[in-house]
């Protein structure tokens, strides 16, 4: 069965290649008709200049909506999936350069067809008879030599013109990697701006975290000193040894309670254990802990990044903790699984080991509707997006809540 498969798998590729060609064609045909509407839009420019917006706005539109099409067809039948973001001028453009090139492949799908028809025509003549055939000769039959003599030129035309679609095909993509995507200075300038929203993004992480810092100092960690400090100073003035004894002993056990308090905070701020045993053995504990059913799937081949793991588990705990809190889940589920694909190597000796970035996925099955801008949530997302990451939520009501982050680690 896998032999069949892939067997069928070129002829499946030539097909779609044929079918975007001739697809292409008929979208040159609605391009070029735009083209000439939008010509003819530019008239009442020159008459009343206030008109220009709307008539530029309207192009736009009309462009933007054929070159999504074309987009659409070339992801598709050709597997060109990685164009945009572009502009509304380069879509103009792509419209403007691609219709030639569409046109040229209609021509050529059709005489493909025609040499299809003449053949078909030329073998059933020589078989059935004339009767079938569009080409008579001999008294309606046409003979071997005749077949044998048309057979080496009509394979070439034949390779000729499957060579012609495989090169309409690939000027088609030329084109649209042309217009459709960005240039490096976009590339840069895209970035600079997204940089610059990131950091902002993340010096509003850091202040969250400090606020949160100080209130669970303030709500836990200080009101247990101050009844510790109570518990001793009762224990001062009392004259009674045995109310004196109890007094220490709850005192010593507010003071466990105390540094309990303090390595919780301690461990949310950064859990220093990451350092030495790692992802794996900090989310199984951390699984542990939880008061919800936690399954655990790791399937990371080597350890990530220091960076990469910090995030990673701070997405675990935070959607750990947000589950056992508001979803009334029965189940929790967390897989860590590499992408797709590692980043490519330095090429040098002294270079680190390449590993693919991290997928983390937290998933329970609760009643849903999580909100993805709340504190927590929303400081996760930007937590991944200084990683370069991607995040996501999922949360419908009635459950269940997916959590998803993508961590790069090149």
């Not at 597997?79 to 691609?98: K, M, N």
């Not at 003549?125 to 569009?134: L, S």
């Not at 950064?270 to 802990?289: F, H, N, S």
Request: charged share 20%.
């Amino acid at each position: 069965m896998p032999t069949c498969e892939n067997g069928g798998a070129p002829l499946r590729q030539s097909l779609n290649t044929l079918a975007g060609v001739a697809l292409g064609s008929v979208l040159a045909i609605a391009e070029l008709a735009f083209l000439l509407v939008a010509g003819l839009g530019l008239l009442p420019i020159v008459a009343a200049p206030r008109s220009r917006d709307r008539v530029v706005g309207f192009v736009h539109r009309c462009s933007r909506q054929l070159t999504a099409l074309g987009q659409r067809r070339l992801a598709r039948f050709h597997q060109v999936r990685d164009l945009g973001p572009y502009s509304d001028r380069s879509a103009f453009r792509y419209v403007a350069r691609h219709w030639p090139a569409g046109i040229l492949g209609g021509l050529v799908v059709l005489l493909l067809l025609f040499g299809l028809i003449v053949a078909g025509s030329m073998l059933t003549a020589w078989i059935f008879g004339g009767e079938w055939a569009f080409i008579e000769e001999d008294g309606n039959r046409v003979s071997s030599a005749t077949v044998l003599v048309a057979a080496l030129p009509g394979a070439l035309l034949l390779y000729l013109n499957v060579m012609g679609i495989v090169g309409v095909a690939g000027l088609d993509e030329r084109l649209a990697r042309r217009h459709l995507t960005p240039s490096a200075e976009e590339v840069l300038s895209r970035r600079v701006s997204e940089l610059t929203l990131s950091r902002a993004e993340v010096v509003q992480v850091v202040n969250d975290e400090r606020r949160r810092i100080e209130r669970d100092l303030h709500d836990g960690v200080q009101q247990r000193l101050v009844a510790l400090g109570l518990l001793l100073s009762r224990a001062r003035r009392t004259d009674d040894p045995e109310r004196a004894a109890a007094l220490v002993r709850q005192a010593h056990e507010e003071s466990e309670q105390a540094l309990d308090d303090l390595r919780q905070v301690a461990w949310r701020v950064y859990p220093t254990v990451l350092d030495q045993y790692g992802l794996r053995d900090v989310i199984a504990v951390l699984a542990e802990r939880s008061s919800i059913p936690v399954t655990l799937q790791y399937d990371l081949p080597t350890r990530p990044p220091t960076m990469i793991e910090t995030v990673a588990y701070f997405v675990v705990s935070e959607a750990v903790t947000n589950a056992a809190k508001h979803s009334n889940a029965n189940q929790i589920a967390i897989t860590l699984t590499p992408t797709s694909e590692a980043p490519p190597s330095s090429g040098t000796a002294a270079a680190p080991i390449d590993v693919p970035g991290v997928v983390v996925t937290v998933t329970d099955d609760g009643r849903g509707g999580a909100d993805p801008t709340g504190r927590g949530l929303s400081g996760l997302a930007s937590r991944v997006a200084a990683g370069d990451g991607t995040f996501s939520v999922h949360s419908p009501i009635d459950g269940p809540t997916t959590i998803r982050a993508e961590l790069p680690c090149g």
